[in-house]
């Protein structure tokens, strides 16, 4: 599966870099996350359109992890091979419209506790225990 996380953020912070890296190590073996850098005014041009498309923002609805490992689950059976994740507050119509936190959280943290959330999904699926 490729994952494909649309943001805003134009530096990430080393502490919430070093993590998401660790996150990506450990997710190669599942998907291929991809974080795309964008303006705003960019995202209709470069996002596909045609993907399943996930808006996180606080005013998104909550999932939980078991959720959205079932959500990747389906998503892989119907032949989706490509989500994309979208931290903003812009309009835009996607798919489906999630929450990490009602709080507003930066676009670093927001990065970070998604790729979380994404790894902890796939350890749900695959039956892996989630802490090392």
């Known amino acids: 599966m490729k994952i494909n996380i649309y943001t805003h953020a134009k530096?990430?912070?080393?502490?919430y870099s070093d993590a998401i890296k660790e996150y990506q190590?450990?997710?190669s073996r599942f998907a291929k996350v991809k974080i795309i850098?964008?303006?705003p005014s960019e995202l209709n041009k470069k996002l596909n359109l045609d993907s399943y498309i996930i808006k996180v923002s606080s005013k998104g609805s909550s999932m939980s992890s078991p959720d959205l490992a079932l959500l990747f689950e389906t998503l892989a059976l119907a032949g989706s091979s490509e989500v994309n994740f979208v931290i903003t507050d812009e309009s835009i119509e996607p798919t489906n419209h999630i929450s990490l936190s009602q709080m507003n959280l930066s676009d670093d943290l927001s990065l970070t506790i998604l790729h979380e959330q994404v790894y902890r999904s796939f350890s749900i699926t695959n039956n892996l225990p989630y802490h090392k």
């Open 25 to 27: 190590k450990r997710l």
């Open 37 to 39: 850098k964008i303006k």
């Open 11 to 15: 530096k990430i912070l080393p502490f």
